[in-house]
């Protein structure tokens, strides 16, 4: 069973900081490169940052040098450190990865910034 469960959303102040973790089922974790994507109310869902099963990395460019994504292969679980955000950060993240032509997506989370 593919399975991808986020977690570490919140609620945090402007300048303030989040991590993100992303359990996966093995199958997914090591099938492709694994991603960060957020959907604010009322805009299309975008891409945050990615990952790939060597640890090549790729980040939008809103979010470089304040993000960072990483993956521990022992836990299956991917990471998204969020430092200094902004309130235009806020949205729900989600998790996802891909088998073959089909993208899996967790439930996601929530993350607020206040002003």
């Known amino acids: 069973q593919v399975q991808l469960v986020e977690s570490g959303g919140g609620l945090v102040q402007a300048g303030g900081s989040l991590r993100l973790s992303c359990a996966a089922s093995?199958?997914?974790?090591?099938?492709?490169?694994m991603g960060w994507y957020r959907q604010a109310p009322g805009k299309q869902r975008e891409l945050v940052a990615t990952i790939s099963s060597g640890g090549y990395t790729n980040y939008a460019d809103s979010v470089k040098g304040r993000f960072t994504i990483s993956r521990d292969n022992a836990k299956n679980t991917v990471y998204l450190q969020m430092n200094t955000l902004k309130p235009e950060d806020t949205a729900v993240y989600f998790c996802?990865?891909?088998?073959?032509?089909?993208?899996?997506w967790g439930q996601g989370t929530q993350v607020t910034v206040s002003a």
């Open positions: 093995k199958a997914i974790f090591y099938s492709n490169a």
């Open positions: 996802s990865g891909r088998i073959g032509s089909r993208d899996y």
